[in-house]
């Protein structure tokens, strides 16, 4: 199960890594941006079937003087039930920011380079980060004449891919960071993304939720290891069964980690369907040698 899993997950998101970055040269379809999906998908990228909220949500103000309310209702009905159904599955699987960094770091680990290692205090640094980011991307496009599209580092990364020459910018100084960054901690980008932390505050309404049996956990510390965002209440919930967090990507790296039968599950309107077992951890262990 645990190799299936993980070809399913990577699956997906090369699916929806070319459906977003080659959708219209591959396919011919352009859907109407008012369907834009809470991810981060480049806004100039006109090859893409499918676009993300990113640009619309960070110039705000400008969106807001020359759309219709009917058109703004429903972009926010759109997104609200998008992330009630999918939650951060949307990081997890759909995202293509997200596939390009776990094809970094799968990168790294073919050159067999080492992943930093990231203690409390450096994933504080992070949260740092993640709110001068979210300040910087919201407060743009509402207060400012400033938008973070000059500084994104997906506009220097994802129109290229698809053939779109852009010229100089500062959104090519951060799109190098980007990749040194992502190559060396996994899913940096998604430890400071302003849309996925949007998506997360509504992570009590989701469908989607993270479940631990603690009973069964022997806090081994193995789901903390694993997991890219450094969630810590995985490992040290005692009381609660629900650890679901705003920051949780549904990426179920904790769960393949787990050696604990039941310890920890991936539930969808509460019903549990994928588990950690015994079985998972010792394919994982194969998976990784």
């Given at each position: ?149 000059s500084i994104c580092p997906i506009l220097a990364i ?56 603690c009973q069964a956990c022997t806090e081994c510390g ?68």
């Amino acid at each position: 199960m645990n190799r299936l899993a993980s070809k399913f997950r990577w699956f997906v998101m090369a699916i929806f890594f070319v459906f977003f970055t080659f959708g219209v040269h591959i396919f011919g379809l352009k859907v109407p941006s008012k369907f834009a999906l809470p991810i981060f998908s480049c806004p100039i990228n006109y090859e893409t079937s499918y676009g993300g909220s990113c640009f619309t949500l960070c110039h705000l103000k400008k969106w807001v003087s020359a759309t219709t309310t009917a058109d703004i209702v429903f972009f926010i009905v759109f997104t609200f039930i998008t992330i009630l159904i999918l939650g951060r599955l949307l990081c997890g699987y759909i995202c293509p920011v997200g596939f390009i960094q776990d094809v970094l770091d799968k990168f790294r680990q073919f050159l067999k380079f080492d992943q930093i290692k990231f203690s409390e205090k450096r994933y504080k640094i992070l949260n740092i980060m993640k709110w001068a980011t979210i300040i910087i991307f919201f407060a743009g496009g509402i207060f400012w004449e400033f938008s973070f599209c000059s500084i994104c580092p997906i506009l220097a990364i994802s129109p290229p891919l698809a053939g779109i020459k852009i010229v100089f910018s500062l959104s090519i100084v951060f799109a190098i960071l980007f990749i040194v960054l992502s190559f060396f901690k996994r899913r940096f980008w998604c430890n400071i993304c302003p849309i996925g932390y949007m998506i997360g505050v509504f992570h009590k309404l989701s469908f989607t939720s993270l479940k631990k049996d603690c009973q069964a956990c022997t806090e081994c510390g193995a789901c903390y290891e694993a997991c890219p965002m450094g969630i810590k209440i995985i490992l040290t919930e005692r009381e609660k069964d629900d650890v679901t967090t705003n920051d949780c990507l549904m990426c179920m790296e904790c769960i393949n980690k787990c050696p604990e039968k039941d310890a920890l599950s991936l539930a969808y309107f509460e019903k549990k369907i994928y588990k950690a077992s015994r079985k998972n951890f010792f394919e994982n262990q194969d998976i990784n040698e």
